[in-house]
């Protein structure tokens, strides 16, 4: 864990975890992405809601800035040796690294990332792969890779288009400049706005009206609101045919 910068607590059904390499922002490596799915993999049962936060000024910089020396990160490589790597192995390293971020849209939890200062790169990847984005007035959202060189590949695409649509996520990365808050709230990419001070009391409130739901009904719904964008109407009204009628029995069938 401490290679990895991160900090992990459960706290009855709400796990956080914490970004916690201020003094370099937060800056992200392989190490960093394999703990997260590490947390994923080892995920306590009773967890429903997961908090996605950064200690120090900003939520991440981004991927640790060493991976495009020709040093790179000590024990975990560089641009330079991932490029001299086989394909398969470099699609492998990128499964990786993805796997890190995916799990946080599991229908058993509600993930939510508690976002302040920049969220660069990697960053912004990391709260876009969260359910719910809640944001300190100073977020600076920055999708910078096409800026590098890159193109965003932590699973941030997706969910950005269905977020903003198109045109604005074109826009967002194709210039890699800023998003503060006012437009994160404004194009849906944050849930809530809040002063930098309340960031934590924000999160801590929006858990707990998650929590007051039923477990069951809460992954239920989540599934079928995940899937409603692929399906049809007839077949999303087929989808919560079935949802229902496994909710009655546990809830009537005695
Ligand atoms: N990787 C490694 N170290 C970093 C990174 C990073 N991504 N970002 C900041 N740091 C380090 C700095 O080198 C500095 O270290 P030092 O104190 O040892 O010199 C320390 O963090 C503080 O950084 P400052 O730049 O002084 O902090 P400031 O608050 O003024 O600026 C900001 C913050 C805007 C985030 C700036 O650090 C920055 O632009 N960082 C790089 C962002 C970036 O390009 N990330 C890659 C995106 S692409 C991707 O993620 C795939």
Known sequence: MAESGLRFEV????????????????????????????IGDNLPEQVRVVVVKGEGPSFSAGIDLRMFTPEGVPGQGSFSSVARSGDTDFEHNIRKAQAGFLWLR????????AV????IGAGFQLALSCDLRIVADDVKFC???????????????KPLVELVGLAKA???CLTARMVHA???????LAEQVVARDDLDRAVRDKAAELLSTNRD???????????????TLEEQSVAEGLEQAVRIKALFGG
């Not at 890779?145 to 590949?153: K, Q, T």
């Not at 437009?183 to 849906?188: D, L, P, Q, S």
């Not at 009904?217 to 399906?231: N, V």
């Open 11 to 38: 706290d009855g059904e709400i796990a956080t975890i914490t970004l916690d390499r201020p003094d370099k922002r937060n800056a992200q490596t392989f190490a960093t992405w394999s703990a997260l799915a590490g």
């Open 106 to 113: 599991r229908p058993e939890i509600v993930s939510i990332a």
């Open 116 to 119: 302040h200062g920049h969220a």
């Open 143 to 157: 999708m910078k890779e096409p800026a590098l060189g890159l193109v965003p590949d932590l699973t941030g695409t």
């Open 170 to 172: 074109i826009d967002i």
């Open 182 to 188: 006012e437009e994160a709230m404004r194009i849906g």
């Open 217 to 231: 009904a809460a992954a239920a719904t989540k599934r079928l609101l995940q899937g409603a964008r692929a399906r």
